[in-house]
């Protein structure tokens, strides 16, 4: 097969080995299965939030779901992390609706180790962006979005800002 798109981001290998993923321009990601030389493009992402620039971030750790970040700044900034799950098409977006992505974007994440709960920053900008500036701030969130807390906004220029470096861990035990 040849993959002829305007433009392709990002190709990247799923689980299997036997599927890649890329992004069809900014908005449109794209699953290839080598062995059947298939392609499914995934409309219901960008169908569900027009406008918006999608990034596909990775899986989740089941493996069963794509993590999407999206965002927008053509009428103030807005955006937020979902879940798109490769078997069943469903999409399950935690941080849709939370007062605090008003006017601003999720920048980072990580998820906590047993992957119940994201730990994220959020910026008046965009992921992509180096604006000099931008507010950073930080949120927890379990994956259903029912259990939030808002930790506030770091007063630390942007180039200081906030960072999520790694996986958050639990602390060692001592014997």
Not at 1 to 23: A, C, K, Q, T
Not at 30 to 57: L, M
Request: charged share 15%.
């Amino acid at each position: 097969m040849v993959v002829h798109d305007d433009s392709i981001r990002v190709p990247w290998f799923l689980g299997n080995s036997d599927e890649f993923i890329y992004m069809r321009g900014f908005t449109i990601p794209c699953i290839v299965n080598i062995p059947s030389d298939g392609r499914k493009c995934i409309h219901t992402i960008p169908d569900r939030f027009p406008g918006h620039t999608i990034e596909v971030e990775g899986l989740d750790s089941s493996g069963e779901n794509l993590v999407i970040n999206h965002w927008t700044w053509d009428q103030g900034y807005a955006g937020g992390l979902c879940f798109y799950n490769l078997q069943t098409g469903g999409m399950n977006c935690p941080t849709e609706g939370l007062p605090v992505l008003n006017g601003r974007t999720v920048t980072e994440y990580t998820f906590s180790p047993d992957n119940n709960y994201i730990a994220f920053t959020y910026e008046n900008s965009t992921p992509t962006s180096d604006a000099a500036g931008s507010t950073s701030g930080v949120a927890v969130i379990d994956v259903n979005g029912k259990h939030y807390n808002d930790l506030g906004i770091s007063n630390a220029p942007h180039w200081g800002g906030i960072y999520m470096v790694s996986t958050w861990r639990p602390l060692p035990v001592n014997p």
